[in-house]
Antibody, heavy 122, light 113 residues
Framework: EVRLLESGGGLVQPGGSLRLSCAAS????????MSWVRQAPGKGLEWVSGTSASGVNTYYAESVKGRFTISRDNSKNTLYLQMNSLRAEDTAVYYC???????????????WGQGTLVTVSS | DIVMTQSPESLAVSLGERATINCKSS????????????LAWYQQKPGQPPKLLIY???TRESGVPDRFSGSGSGTDFTLTISSLQAEDVTVYYCQQYYSSPPTFGQGTKLEIK
């Protein structure tokens, strides 16, 4: 069974940093692209960042570019999101999600982890 | 960025009746070389992550009941639930993956009439 388990969320002050982790199991992690998607309380879904299977290629939403860094450790089956210079508007549940493997054409997300809540507040 | 607009924002349907949710993209998400529409639909229940229902606009994910179907092409798409069940009453999102960044519709809340 494919499982994604996020951790690392919590309460942080504006301007602070947090590192999220997503532990993957049940599939060959190293051959799949992965993404982070967030959902502010009571709001819709916003893609945040993505990485290729190798981790060489990384992509960011404009709203987090320069502040967030996605990375992965394929030896540990773990995806990360380093979040710096956090703002109140970054408050959200952060989900990691697997991208299907089909030669680069597939861009939907399945499955998703349960999410970890990040709250940015003083 | 491609903007995805869902309508209506909320919808009340009687149990057993048909529910139809629309999704419109700000530009075509039909790739001419493979004739595929780069659109997915998700269902999200309270306190849970989104669950994939449909990809390529009309391909049902394994295990998804056949009362769920997707249709449309180019810029206009539809998610149809042929006979609404109580467990279908929740929020639905469309998402385009034609170009980066992937973008989602704002969501449609489905309720019982």
């Amino acid at each position: 069974e494919v499982r994604l388990l996020e951790s690392g969320g919590g309460l942080v002050q504006p301007g602070g940093s947090l590192r999220l982790s997503c532990a993957a199991s049940g599939f060959t992690f190293s051959i799949y692209a992965m993404s982070w998607v967030r959902q502010a309380p009571g709001k819709g879904l916003e893609w945040v960042s993505g990485t290729s299977a190798s981790g060489v290629n990384t992509y960011y939403a404009e709203s987090v570019k320069g502040r967030f860094t996605i990375s992965r450790d394929n030896s540990k089956n773990t995806l990360y999101l380093q979040m710096n210079s956090l703002r109140a508007e970054d408050t959200a549940v952060y989900y990691c999600a697997k991208v299907p493997y089909c030669g680069g054409d597939c861009g939907w997300f399945d499955p998703w982890g349960q999410g970890t809540l990040v709250t940015v507040s003083s | 960025d491609i903007v995805m607009t869902q309508s209506p924002e909320s919808l009340a349907v009687s149990l057993g009746e048909r529910a139809t949710i629309n999704c419109k993209s700000s530009q075509s998400i039909l790739y001419s070389s493979n004739k595929k529409n780069y659109l997915a639909w998700y269902q999200q229940k309270p306190g849970q992550p989104p669950k994939l229902l449909i990809y390529w606009a009309s391909t049902r994910e394994s295990g998804v009941p056949d009362r769920f179907s997707g249709s449309g092409s180019g810029t206009d798409f539809t998610l149809t639930i042929s006979s609404l069940q109580a467990e279908d009453v929740t929020v639905y999102y469309c998402q385009q993956y034609y170009s980066s960044p992937p973008t989602f519709g704002q969501g449609t809340k489905l309720e019982i009439k």
